[in-house]
């Protein structure tokens, strides 16, 4: 009798870890960001985020398995507003896309470290 998995493989995890890089909005500034994410094995993605003028953790996070694609939504801790939305795409330990917010649209890359 076959044994089924109760909870996802870390090994099939692509997104659970440290991620480092930068957000550039369009205002111009640029960020130096430490992400530490968690994937719940299905769609939900939750997190932290350092780097950023006030500390910030992950609002909405999604995540696609069969298409790689990467949605978060960043906010300052202890409030609900989303301040930035990244949309992009997870390639071999690498997430790149957009950065929205106020100001308009930047870019964001950040590699997974562990």
């Known amino acids: ?9 870390p090994s099939d995890d692509p997104i659970s870890g440290t991620w ?9 500034k640029r960020f130096a960001v430490t992400l530490q994410l968690t994937f719940d094995g299905k769609t ?30 960043l906010g300052q801790v202890g409030n609900a507003k989303v301040l930035f939305t990244l949309d992009g795409t997870v390639v071999k330990g690498t997430a790149s896309g957009r950065a929205i917010d106020d100001s308009g649209e930047g870019t964001i890359k950040i590699v997974r470290k562990t």
Not at 1 to 9: A, F, G, K, L, T
Not at 20 to 28: K, L, M
Not at 54 to 63: C, I, Q
């Open 1 to 9: 009798m076959r044994e089924e998995r109760q909870s996802h493989d």
């Open 20 to 28: 480092t890089g930068e957000i550039a909005p369009d205002s111009g």
């Open 44 to 73: 939900a993605v939750t997190g932290t985020v350092s780097g950023l003028p006030s500390p910030a953790d992950v609002k909405t996070g999604t995540f696609d398995p069969k298409t790689g694609r990467l949605t978060l939504g």
